[in-house]
């Protein structure tokens, strides 16, 4: 290849490098492995390859306000890639890659078998504070091959996103209310982020622990995390939500009202999710303080900003019963049954898994619409 043709590949595969950097801002590239023979057992690469997608599918999916990955099996490299390859320049397309921005993280999972052990090795790199990671688990008696890369690809995915597989954990578990791991893998994340008083980085587990708390039934505590987790980042929308949220479970209504009235005065999102959720809260407090017209005009608010709420058309309901339209009560009940089937929300709010208890001295309650299965975000 004379010079001025390189040149020109070079050109070119750089630019379609850049275009792979737009379009794709955040990546996990797996690559998936057997090694060596195994007794009673049939396993190749691609049926591996397969598990270990799909688990990582399935954590990407996880509704969060953060983002999620785009997930690719094996390193394809996109378009600019596939011109470098061409041009048999691979190595210095991945340097341009690097260059341009686009670093993907990469979890390696290989299958293997010592000393008559079936055994996984998983090892990649990820571009927050682990630069590589390397571990080896093995099979438990009673798992399943396919359980056994399930667990692998999970390990893989807490290591290069270890948030978005909190909130994956937070939400498998919400059922038997089994968080070890969860908590685990908080405490994990925290301690590689520096002690800085602000971080938003620390905000967002934070934010977490106070719904954690929620699940244990101590409101107190939750309370308290979310105080903390709007101190670390005073932007997380989230954190500031379920505070108030926080507030009106331990009756600290006012303050929860004077949050929502500042938060909404200048909408800092367009989401409609969160535009809804702090009117609901908002109409929750004005509810525990009497206010029931009050809580009626910011319940229809609610609405307008998010039409497909359960918990608005719920709450909306409750209203009106307070008003003594047990009527219209019911038609708002109905609603909120109808719109449960599409309800979309995000793992980092708190309404998605608890009812405000906007009386005095309620428990904590689980939302009648939230389910991890159908859960999902814009």
Known sequence: MDLTTLTMVVALAFAALGVDTVWHPTEVVLLTSAAGKFDKITVDEAMIGKVVSAEVDRISATPTLVGRPRVEL????GIGMAIATAANIQSV????????GFEPDQINITLFSEDGAIKVLITGSGRQRLRSFEQQIEQQKGETVIALLHRAALVGMSRVDPFLTTLNLMQRHESDKDFTDAESLITFAKGQIPPTPISSERSL????????ALFRGNKKDAHTWFEIAEKSNPDNVAATLNHAFADVQVGTYQDAVDDMERLLQTPPTKNKV???TGYVTWGAAL????????????LEQALEANPDSPVAWDLWAE??????DDLQAAKLHNRALAAAGSYENYAELAALYFRLA?????????SQFFSPTTASSH
């Open 74 to 77: 094996d390193k394809q490299g």
């Open 93 to 100: 397309a991945f340097a341009l890659q690097k260059r341009a």
């Open 205 to 212: 587990y934070e934010n977490l622990q106070g719904i954690l």
């Open 274 to 276: 969160l535009v809804s």
């Open 287 to 298: 509810l525990g303080m009497h206010d029931v017209n009050g809580a009626d005009h910011r």
């Open 319 to 324: 209203v009106k019963r307070q008003k003594g």
């Open 358 to 366: 906007w009386q005095e001295n309620q428990p904590v309650v689980r």
